[in-house]
């Protein structure tokens, strides 16, 4: 018994140094060598203090900012712990009253907007934590983030421009603009009122 017990015992030590230890450490090692920033969290720094992250989305409420898509992770949404869609399908009813609702509420808060409302302003992401935005989306919050800031809709529309991130390799995804990024280049360089 022994004699089959000892190989798969040694078998076993061997495999958890190499797959738990080594393999792990050689990883961790090299992606901070080669991606030190991706691999702690992309970080966003302003004014000496980490303020969020470039890959997870934030709830923004005051006018001043732009705001992100609805979120449904966790009970009040962007936790970052409880990462998740919603997964109401098209004829469920709860998802017709929040879309709704966040119809009802983008139009009390951009009063000045009149055009159709774009579809990641109504709806969350698969992670229910994307912290980006469509161009389209950032142009109809633009003239409320223009009053509210006392600067005109031109500049907000140039720093829209200047924030929009293209396709991946060119032609993966879509175009999109980071809403923590464009946030703290409205504060750079407007503070507001």
Known sequence: MWQQIAPAFRMMLVLTVLTGLLYPGVVTGLCQV?????ANGSLVTAG?????SSLIG???KKPEYFQP???AAGNDGYDPTASGAANLGPTNQK??????????????????????????????????L??????????AQAARVAKARGITVQQVQALI????????????GAPRV???????ALDRGSPGK
């Open 48 to 52: 000496g203090r980490i303020v969020g």
């Open 34 to 38: 080669f991606f030190h920033d991706q």
């Open 178 to 184: 980071n809403v923590l990024a464009i946030n703290l």
């Open 95 to 128: 998802l017709a009253d929040r879309v709704t609702a966040s119809v009802a509420d983008f139009r009390k808060a951009n009063p000045d907007y009149t055009g159709p409302i774009p579809a990641d302003l109504v709806t969350s992401s698969g992670s229910g």
């Open 130 to 139: 994307d912290p980006h935005i469509s161009p389209a989306s950032a142009e």
């Open 58 to 60: 934030q709830n923004f």
């Open 161 to 172: 421009a200047r924030h929009t991130e293209g396709r991946d390799l060119g032609f993966l």
């Open 69 to 71: 898509r609805p979120s």
